[in-house]
């Protein structure tokens, strides 16, 4: 249930890889992503990536972190196959099988799965409503939401440098606030709802980065990369920190459980 078209290209995907990690389209790669489901007990169990990529952090869920069985879906037919290479490498097409879906509702029935994962994809999601109530249907009672996306700290209209931040992301963002992302889980029947600003982490982090690709490193990222287009990526980087140091821009860890089958109000 992701609303993307094709995000990135393979010289988008060769950048962010070379600042996060191979297989890793997001920021913090590996660490981050695990950080995510931090206390969570994903032994046996059951779990569907949201917007998987290229696959790297749905081996990480099965490899590292104990999940019996995971399915990645995402939209790209690039990226699933992508996808489905690394699984193989991995050694894990036993426990980890990648689809290509279409936007809309999930193609799972009801209680299917015992965690629904996502790291930074669900921002290209519009209907955040709609997406906490399918979550909500797929999970099996006492389980759990566990994601990172991309907020707004407000559901007014975002300020000249936001909008100068999503322009040069050129990206189909849709952020909802953390008033919104509550409302909507709650609303959805979920219980344990907790939301965790992640601003001032990602805030060092995109400054380090900057950091890093305006530093030394410049004449190779320039050689592998183009000029033209590390210019690029340098004026989104500093349009991005903008809004992150005013905080208009909050990353965000969501978490939420359905209740188990006596306080199901679904």
């Known amino acids: 249930m992701t609303e993307q078209d094709l995000l990135y290209d393979d010289s988008h995907i060769r950048f962010l890889e070379d600042i996060w990690g191979e297989g890793y389209l997001s920021p913090g790669g590996a660490e ?37 069985e ?41 209680q299917s799965f015992d965690l629904v994962y996502s790291k930074d994809s669900i921002i290209h999601i519009p209907d955040k409503e709609a997406l906490a109530l399918e979550v909500f249907r797929v999970l099996r009672p006492g389980g759990w939401f566990a994601a990172s996306d991309w907020l707004i700290a407000h559901d007014d209209e975002p300020s000249d440098e936001m909008k100068a931040y999503i322009a040069a992301e050129d990206l ?3 952020m909802a606030s953390p008033v919104r992302y509550r409302r909507a889980l709650l609303e959805a029947g979920f219980a344990e709802v907790n939301l965790t600003n992640r601003n001032e982490w990602y805030f060092e982090v995109a400054t380090a980065e900057l950091a890093w690709m305006t530093g030394p490193e410049r004449a190779r990222l320039d050689a592998e ?16 920190i903008r809004v ?23």
Do not use: Y
Request: some cysteine.
């Open 70 to 110: 995971v399915i990645g879906i995402d939209v790209e037919a690039e990226v699933c196959a992508a996808a489905r290479k690394r699984v193989a490498a991995a050694g894990l097409a036993d426990r980890v099988t990648i689809r290509q879906v279409e936007p809309g509702p999930f193609d799972f029935p009801d």
């Open 32 to 68: 981050e992503a695990a950080s995510v489901v931090a206390g969570l007990d994903l032994s046996g169990k059951r779990v569907l990536d949201i917007g998987c990529g290229s696959g790297a952090i749905s081996v990480l869920l099965a490899a590292e972190l104990g999940a019996g």
């Open 244 to 266: 992150l140091e005013s905080g208009e821009h909050c990353p965000h860890h969501l978490r939420a459980r359905r209740p188990f089958a006596g306080n199901d109000t679904a």
């Open 172 to 174: 189909e963002f849709a």
């Open 225 to 240: 990369h183009g000029a033209d287009f590390m210019a690029e990526q340098e004026a989104t980087w500093r349009a991005m």
